[in-house]
């Protein structure tokens, strides 16, 4: 069989990188990596998810006597690898500050003990969010059937970690865990994202959620719902400015069914239900119900020339 000339695609692709590098103003590497390891944050949160619920989640073989004894085992190796990681992240983040090692491992030290702190809070919003799909799914014939089959669960087991990563500013390691449930389940939430407790995603598959919408509690989303942006400001260099807020806020109790399109920065107010298919850009009072019926007539409203 023929050979390949990889000796040649190897030194074209060293010049591609140093070519990348240069332009990008990057030092040359020293032989470490510097970002954090996809593979390695997956196992992170296998085992805080075993952490969490470890009597569903854990180990087939798991004792209840055992319980405690599993948790802290897993509790320990997992932030032991997540302080590694987020040490890569703010290493990763800083390599043009020449930030000393030991600074930054104290930083790292005192972010991951701050996650760890709050995953007792975590595990009582994703009870409220297990409940909320138990109760408002007429299919569901237990908790532990939700727990364990729905992708809605599942995405918000990830998003309750990830959010709490993006509050304390480890924003990769954060949008590395969203984007891990995503590919699982079809449900894109970016980690930004604020949401209440009691929140079900029926279905799920296509969702997206934005980055700073604001979702109160006993939310309910079906399957291809999006809550985006309706425009990008831009900057003095032609790029979208970020971190603005963009993204809608639902307000507590609201509904929104199959592929509902929701875009800027507008109040679904308290109790409101929103059709399927419907296409939002503008508020909608608590308690109103908006069909594709409704949104054609607001929208030749505000089409038609003022009288």
């Not at 930054?104 to 996650?115: E, G, K, N």
């Not at 979702?215 to 719902?225: D, F, P, S």
């Given at each position: 069989?023929a050979?390949?000339?990889?000796?040649?695609?190897?030194?074209?692709?060293?010049?591609?990188?140093?070519?990348w590098?240069?332009?990008?103003?990057?030092?040359?590497?020293?032989?470490?990596?510097e970002?954090?390891s996809?593979?390695?944050?997956a196992?992170?949160?296998?085992?805080?998810?075993?952490?969490?619920?470890?009597?569903?989640?854990?180990?087939?073989?798991?004792?209840q006597e055992?319980?405690?004894?599993?948790?802290?085992?897993?509790?320990?190796?997992?932030?032991h690898?997540?302080?590694?990681?987020?040490?890569?992240?703010?290493?990763?983040e800083?390599?043009?500050?020449?930030?000393?090692l030991?600074e930054?491992?104290?930083?790292?030290?005192?972010?991951?003990?701050?996650?760890a702190?709050?995953?007792?809070?975590?595990r009582?919003?994703?009870?409220?969010?297990?409940?909320?799909a138990f109760?408002?799914?007429?299919?569901?014939?237990s908790?532990?059937e939700?727990?364990l089959?729905?992708?809605?669960?599942?995405?918000m087991?990830?998003?309750?970690?990830a959010?709490?990563?993006?509050?304390?500013?480890?924003?990769?390691?954060?949008?590395?865990?969203?984007?891990?449930?995503?590919?699982?389940t079809g449900?894109?939430?970016?980690?930004?994202?604020?949401?209440g407790?009691?929140?079900?995603i029926d279905?799920?598959?296509?969702?997206?959620?934005?980055?700073?919408?604001v979702?109160?509690?006993?939310?309910?989303?079906?399957?291809?719902?999006t809550?985006?942006?309706?425009?990008?400001?831009i900057?003095?260099?032609?790029?979208?400015?970020?971190g603005?807020?963009?993204?809608?806020?639902?307000?507590?109790?609201?509904?929104?069914?199959a592929?509902?399109?929701i875009?800027?920065?507008?109040?679904?107010?308290?109790?409101?239900?929103?059709?399927?298919?419907?296409?939002?850009?503008q508020?909608?009072?608590?308690?109103?119900?908006v069909t594709?019926?409704?949104?054609?007539?607001?929208?030749r409203?505000?089409a038609?020339p003022?009288?």
């Open positions: 069989m050979g390949f000339q990889v000796d040649e695609i190897v030194t074209s692709l060293q010049q591609v990188r140093r070519e590098r240069e332009g990008q103003q990057r030092a040359q590497e020293g032989g470490e990596r970002l954090p996809r593979d390695v944050m196992e992170v949160v296998e085992s805080l998810t075993g952490a969490l619920f470890p009597m569903r989640l854990g180990p087939t073989d798991l004792r055992s319980e405690d004894f599993y948790v802290a085992h897993t509790l320990d190796a997992a932030l690898h997540l302080f590694a990681q987020a040490t890569l992240e703010l290493r990763h800083r390599r043009r500050t020449a930030a000393e030991a930054l491992s104290a930083d790292a030290q005192q972010r991951v003990r701050a996650f702190e709050a995953l007792p809070g975590i009582r919003l994703l009870d409220t969010d297990v409940m909320a109760h408002g799914d007429p299919a569901a014939r908790v532990d939700v727990l089959c729905y992708p809605g669960v599942l995405a087991i990830h998003h309750r970690m959010h709490q990563l993006y509050k304390l500013g480890l924003t990769l390691l954060a949008r590395i865990v969203a984007e891990r449930a995503h590919a699982q449900i894109d939430i970016h980690p930004g994202a604020q949401i407790a009691g929140f079900f279905h799920g598959t296509g969702v997206v959620i934005g980055e700073t919408a979702i109160g509690e006993r939310v309910r989303l079906y399957q291809a719902v809550l985006g942006a309706k425009r990008f400001p900057d003095s260099d032609g790029h979208p400015k970020k603005l807020p963009r993204h809608p806020v639902l307000e507590d109790e609201v509904v929104i069914y592929g509902a399109t875009l800027g920065r507008v109040t679904i107010g308290k109790g409101a239900t929103i059709g399927g298919n419907v296409w939002v850009t508020d909608v009072p608590a308690g109103c119900s594709q019926a409704l949104s054609r007539e607001l929208a409203d505000m038609a003022a009288k």
